[in-house]
């Protein structure tokens, strides 16, 4: 059964058809075309496909696309400005190396950005307890764990300036 429903993607009012049995990665990737959030186990069991709905990360290929209704959405292709500047997050991921392949980087970024919201300073634990949902096939978590450091360490004020004045010294 087809129904309409209306949500906030990205910062946009979005309104959109959709069946029923229709998951939100799906309505994401293949009707909105927005291909961030990527399709891994398909199971809820790699974060691949994670982005924020409402505050909090979640698993798109297990949330039906009905129940954003009336939510917030947030994919990776709306984390950066709208001039393109990326989010420190992301810039925080290059400069540290916490971008490999790039497959999972997208989940890995959303939910320490739903970490990050909820708790600005978080331990080494706290990062790694947000991130155990998202699994990086290519080498380990060191770097990406360095990367959300990198951003805690500086004050909210600060971030995107000490973040941006590394980067360009590289």
């Known amino acids: 059964m087809s129904r309409e429903i ?11 058809a959709i069946e029923d049995d229709w998951n939100l990665l799906y309505l994401l990737r293949e009707k909105l075309g927005l291909t ?32 954003i209704d009336g939510k917030e959405v947030l994919t990776i ?3 950066a400005a709208a001039d393109g500047t990326l989010h420190a997050l992301q810039e925080s991921f290059v400069k ?3 971008i490999q392949c790039g497959f999972c980087t997208p989940g890995m970024i959303l939910s320490a950005k739903a970490l990050l919201d909820e708790n ?3 331990s080494e634990a706290d990062i790694k307890q947000a991130l155990a949902g998202n699994l990086c096939r290519c080498t380990g978590y060191v770097q990406i764990v360095e990367s959300v450091e990198a951003v805690v360490d500086k004050s909210s004020g600060e971030i995107n300036a ?6 360009d010294s590289d």
């Open 6 to 16: 209306k949500f906030l993607l990205n910062g946009a009012q979005t309104c959109v």
């Open 36 to 67: 961030g959030a990527k399709e891994g186990c398909g199971r809820g069991e790699c974060g691949a496909c994670t982005v924020i709905v409402d505050g909090l990360a979640v698993n798109s290929c297990l949330y039906f696309a009905v129940e």
């Open 77 to 79: 292709e709306g984390l």
């Open 96 to 98: 540290n190396g916490g």
């Open 120 to 122: 600005p300073q978080p």
């Open 162 to 167: 000490a973040v941006r004045e590394s980067g």
